[in-house]
């Protein structure tokens, strides 16, 4: 166990008497502020409440108010008696809670401040990262449920005595055998009309969309993308000096009506037809002919994001957009396709790929080597033959069974322990559920509230008003499911419950 160091005077302390503010509300900002900049580590234990108030020169009662309501917001722990702690387990949204102080750089000045405008933009998109637990956190797959032990005989059969080229750089588009591999898979269970050829094997997705910005857009041109959708997508974007405009969904999917009146020079659409990302909705049949119609009248291009298409637990999905635009009477060429193995296998793995039109590989080979060469080579022949000798199926099929089964344990267990909290409703894929406000839980906090309130109590969840670029969007949470264990469900969801009830 990490020692605990006392905080007694590691930061300076100050009430203002003819401030405004209330004493204990000046408090309870100044600590709060020194635990989110690190000024006061995880694991500090503060002061007493009576060493406070005579430190301070208040009543007790001012101090006791003040580090309540930071401990009821989850940035304090600790048991009565035993002193008062801060947190080790910090929700990822606290931290982004308040702006923490920026570290100087060594000409003067904070680094954000020597960042430029898109390197500060990165920044604003993506949360620092506090504990992260199993439940609920969205997209953690059930990894003690992954072949490691085949995986492991893999990867030990190709490198105990590699051919002599392995070693050496690889292919900008990738490990022959694993595109081939990967075209098999899609042609026959998406419907993709692919071939080895077409296939780039990247560094996980985010790599993807990257290729695709730099390598078809000009800087400044406008991407339509979806309200809400993954804050991951548009740091690719904003990184390629493209602007990203929301456009917000209708029942059938991305609306193109508003996509056109929000910027109709769009030159890429982004979009996640099979489930889309955070709502869990399908784009309809007819949407998604009316978006390839979109896409070539304007000689624009759609980037189809096939996120959580392999867990799909009633129906059949409809067929891929790729397979579709290629099957049009005067040809295709205008989707690009991509996937990853993050969420179907384990997250560490960082491969994905792109299906680029048939005219356009060549030429993207060629822009891969100019910026990183090649993807990492280690895991390409071991995944490559995980699919060729039918156990990434296999896999599939089984995490299929037990994520359905996971999804009705949350299912039952939220109608008994989240009635009057949230509504959870059923879904027909994915890895995760949105559970939406009740108009009582919305009077009394904020989903980014409840997010705090859930850390505290050891869950991690996602508030669903932090995926709209635009406005605060509707109140709820994101419940991933796929990492928790049947008989831990129940118990996962009472904690929540409680700390959504309390206060």
């Given at each position: ?175 022959p055998p694993l595109r081939a591999a990967i ?207 039918g156990h990434f199926a296999a896999h599939v ?43 009582a839980l919305a009077r009394r906090m904020t ?57």
């Amino acid at each position: 166990m990490p020692r605990r160091r006392k905080g007694a005077s590691l930061i300076a302390l100050a009430l203002d008497r003819d401030a405004p503010e209330a004493l204990h509300r000046q408090l309870y900002r100044q600590i709060r502020d020194a635990v989110l900049s690190g000024r006061l580590a995880p694991g500090t234990r503060l002061p007493s409440s009576r060493s406070l108030s005579g430190e301070l020169a208040c009543s007790r009662n001012t101090v006791v108010n003040a580090l309540e309501q930071l401990h009821s917001e989850g940035y304090l722990g600790g048991l009565r008696g035993s002193g008062t702690y801060v947190s080790e387990e910090l929700p990822d949204q606290l931290l982004n809670a308040v702006r923490p102080t920026a570290p100087e750089t060594p000409g003067g000045g904070s680094a954000e401040a020597a960042l430029s405008g898109r390197g500060r933009a990165l920044l604003g998109l993506m949360p620092r990262r506090g504990a992260r637990h199993r439940a609920f956190l969205p997209g953690l797959p059930a990894l003690e449920h992954f072949p490691f032990d085949v995986w492991g005989r893999l990867l030990g059969r190709v490198w105990r005595q590699p051919p002599e080229a392995l070693p050496r750089h690889g292919e900008p588009a990738g490990h022959p055998p694993l595109r081939a591999a990967i075209a098999d898979y899609l042609r026959a269970v998406r419907a993709l009309d692919c071939d080895a050829g077409q296939v780039m094997i990247t560094s996980g997705a985010q790599q993807g969309v990257d290729l695709v910005a730099r390598l078809l857009l000009e800087p400044g041109e406008r991407v339509w993308i979806e309200e809400p959708g993954y804050p991951g997508l548009r740091g690719p974007l904003l990184a390629a000096g493209l602007e990203p405009v929301p456009v917000p969904l209708d029942a059938q999917g991305l609306s193109l009506e508003a996509g056109r009146r929000r910027a109709p020079d769009a030159r890429l659409a982004v979009v996640t037809p099979s489930h889309q990302y955070p709502l869990g909705r399908t784009m309809s049949l007819a949407r998604r002919l009316a978006l390839l119609d979109w896409a070539h009248e304007r000689g624009a291009w759609i980037l189809e994001d096939d996120y959580d298409s392999e867990y799909r637990y009633a129906g059949r999905p409809f067929a891929a957009l790729q397979g579709l635009d290629a099957r049009r009477p005067e040809g295709g060429g205008r989707v690009i396709y991509l996937g990853s193995f993050s969420k179907v296998l384990f997250p560490a793995l960082r491969l994905g790929y792109l299906v680029i039109p048939g005219p356009l590989a060549a030429a993207f080979a060629r822009g891969r080597a100019a910026l990183d060469d090649h993807a990492p080579l280690i895991a390409q022949p071991a995944l490559a033959a995980f699919i060729e000798e039918g156990h990434f199926a296999a896999h599939v099929r089984r995490m299929r069974r037990l994520y359905a089964a996971r999804q009705q344990a949350l299912l039952a267990a939220a109608r008994t322990q989240l009635a009057g909290l949230l509504t959870v409703e059923p879904d027909e894929a994915g890895m995760h559920l949105t559970a939406h406000f009740t108009p009582a839980l919305a009077r009394r906090m904020t989903d980014r509230e409840a997010t705090r309130r859930a850390a505290a109590a050891g869950i991690t969840v996602m508030p669903l008003s932090s995926y709209f670029l635009e406005g605060a969007g509707p109140q709820g949470l994101l419940l991933g499911y796929a990492a928790v264990p049947e008989q831990a469900m129940a118990g996962a969801v009472r904690r929540l419950a409680g700390a959504l009830a309390g206060g």
